[in-house]
């Protein structure tokens, strides 16, 4: 009797072969799981409510060791319960009615600094330096969702579209003065879409990316030594929320699915090692069925090492170590819908509607909700193509207990055998019997309880009866 062991999940799902040809460190599906250091594959962290916030308030940000919120209808609460030595509300009392979303927050010249729009759409910048009168009355600033803070400036795209504003050194406030606040003529160097959806920082660079194209300027606090560095075609977003600084590169969302500016500089092409390549099937549909109005967001998580794209409460994660040379995609469903993220301190906040949650390393539930755990491999053939394999059983490395079932016709997504229930390590206790026959063998493990869970080595038992 011969067996084969899968004890490495280091590319998490990846989608760019058939399932019939695809390696065996290639899943398939990886559902509410990510790919630890050691390579194995863990439950993912669950959510544990912080907070209840008085309706009335937008946004969740980090800053000043609080979490921020902006609110310009209600006066600061006291109600009970609510936590000030976490939560810091911030009043807008410029009478531009209910605050709808919050595009941007950053800190400058220690206060903050937001892109507010209201309910009617209308965007407005704010300056929370203490004054009664927050918004900005410069009229050359832009009041776009675009914003990112560089060189002691803050830039902006214009209304139109076709330049990146920027205001004076150290002075947010003030976007006219010469030879110190300015413009970056972004549309008449594009070649392709002259609108500017979205900004990002490079290393030291600022990134001005349109739908199809995204320019890369150096930028100073002295306008003069502004200059455009490099143009990369054929790669841009329309999703500005998505952009995200990570170890040195930039990633986001683009039309096709998720790419990184850092390798499209050095290579000037989309290539089949690019960051979201595996996935892009799926990201794909996920953009052409999420329900109007959904917003895609993303953040870095530098606590875990994963860049993550949330579309409402279905999340795309990218887990990654250099040192142990992870780069797997994943998928999280889980029960609220994500509205805005902050990281403060050690910790990722998460918000929907008034509620904060943070997601808890130590929680395996969903605030008491249990979520489904999906580990789906691909069909693999032992190296013997055509050849059929008379599956006798199989043991399994697990933390905590889950159901697995083999499948056996890449033909039928249907034909899996009955599900046994595993716990621990079996290997001790003998093969448990599971059987079954067919040229090319899949595996799917699934966990749905309140306890922790990891799938460490999955072990095959079989005949090789020769070609069918």
């Known amino acids: 009797m011969a067996k084969i062991t899968f004890d490495r999940f280091d590319l998490g ?12 460190n290639r899943l398939r599906e990886m559902k509410n799981a990510y790919v630890t250091t050691g390579l194995a594959t863990a439950k993912r962290p669950g959510l544990t409510k912080v907070a209840t916030l008085p309706s009335g308030s937008k946004g969740l940000f980090s800053a000043f060791g609080k979490l ?12 009970p319960g609510y936590d000030t030595s976490l939560i810091n509300w911030n009043e807008l009392q410029d009478g531009l009615g209910a605050v709808k979303d919050v595009w941007f927050c950053d800190t400058f010249n220690g206060y903050l600094y937001v892109a507010i729009e209201y309910a009617d759409g209308t965007i407005k910048h704010h300056y929370l330096n203490g004054g009664l009168k927050t918004a900005i009355s410069d009229s050359n600033c832009p009041h776009t ?12 795209v214009s209304s139109d579209g076709q330049t990146v504003r920027y205001s004076a050194t150290g002075k947010c406030t003030d976007w006219t003065t010469a030879e110190d606040a300015g413009f970056l003529p972004t549309g008449l160097n594009a070649r392709g879409d002259r609108e500017t959806n979205a900004l990002a920082l490079y290393r030291t660079y600022l990134v001005a990316l349109s739908r199809d194209g995204a320019q890369v300027w150096t930028v100073n606090a002295d306008p003069s030594a502004m200059s455009l560095s490099d143009r990369v075609d054929n790669v841009g977003t329309a999703y500005p929320r998505t952009v995200v600084g990570v170890s040195g590169e930039t990633y986001f969302l683009s039309d096709y699915g998720f790419r990184s500016i850092a390798q499209q500089v050095y290579l000037d092409s989309l290539t089949d090692v690019d960051v979201g390549s595996p996935i892009d099937s799926l990201v794909r549909q996920t953009l052409r069925t999420m329900p109007a109005g959904t917003v895609p967001r993303a953040f870095y998580f530098y606590g875990t090492g994963q860049y993550v794209c949330c579309f409402g409460n279905h999340l795309y994660v990218y887990s990654q170590s250099k040192t142990s040379k992870i780069a797997a995609w994943s998928e999280y469903f889980l029960s609220i819908e994500v509205e805005a993220v902050a990281q403060l301190g050690q910790t990722l906040y998460l918000r929907s509607g008034d509620t904060v949650y943070k997601l808890d390393d130590e929680a395996t539930t969903d605030d008491g909700e249990q979520f489904e755990v999906l580990i789906t491999l691909p069909y693999l053939n032992f190296k013997r193509p055509g050849s059929l394999k008379h599956i006798y059983g199989l043991d399994a490395v ?39 026959s067919g040229t090319d063998i899949s595996i799917r493990v699934r966990n749905f309880d309140d306890k922790p869970f990891q799938l460490n080595a999955l072990t095959l038992y079989y005949e090789d009866e020769g070609e069918v």
Request: hydrophobic content about 35%; glycine content about 6%; charged content about 20%.
């Open 398 to 436: 697990v933390d905590g207990s889950c159901e697995i079932s083999v499948g056996w016709d890449p033909r039928d997504p249907s034909a899996y055998t009955p599900e046994v229930k595993v716990s621990g390590n079996t290997r001790p206790g003998g093969m448990i019997p599971v059987e079954c």
């Open 13 to 24: 799902i990846d989608l760019r072969k058939s399932a019939s040809v695809s390696d065996a």
């Open 68 to 79: 921020q919120v902006f609110s310009s209808t209600l006066p600061h609460p006291t109600l």
């Open 145 to 156: 969702k675009a914003v990112v803070k560089a060189a002691s400036k803050i830039f902006a």
